[in-house]
């Protein structure tokens, strides 16, 4: 399945990660903020800094850095949401990025890699056995 997220809102209150440059277990408010860009624009994509603090991709191409999907009913409540980006989190510590969409009453959560370059993401997407990549400059998902 593909990153289709959407981009969101930089979260506010600095860093919501608690380590280096590595995508780390995101803190209780960091999960609130991640939930409600997920129900209320659709998604979100995150990125952490060298020092820890995350930011929002607005350029290049959201690519899933995992072949198989990571999912739960949208019905499933907060804390099972929670459980889940903990668990990507921590077993995909050394990827930078997050990514999760909404799809047909799914939430979808995955590791990502920004690609800056179009046929770069294409190819990696292929890889990776993608349906489809995000350009995060448009916010358009494309089909692979």
């Not at 600095?14 to 998604?43: E, I, Q």
């Not at 994509?45 to 990571?70: K, L, Q």
């Amino acid at each position: 399945m593909a990153v289709q997220s959407r981009t969101a809102p930089a979260m506010p209150g600095g860093n919501p990660v608690k380590r280096g440059a590595d995508m780390s277990v995101p803190t209780t408010t960091a999960l609130a903020h991640l939930y409600d860009d997920l129900f209320l624009n659709g998604g979100f994509t995150i990125m952490t800094r060298p020092d820890g603090s995350t930011y929002v991709p607005t350029r290049g191409y959201a690519v899933s850095t995992t072949p198989a999907p990571h999912t739960l009913p949208a019905t499933a409540p907060y804390d099972a949401f929670a459980d889940l980006v903990r668990d990507i989190t921590g077993a995909h510590g050394n990827v930078n990025g997050l990514g999760g969409w909404l799809h047909d009453g799914v939430i979808y959560i995955d590791p990502v890699e920004i690609i800056p370059d179009r046929r770069a993401a294409t190819a990696a997407g292929l890889r990776r056995r993608q349906l489809a990549i995000l350009d995060l400059t448009t916010g358009t998902e494309i089909t692979l």
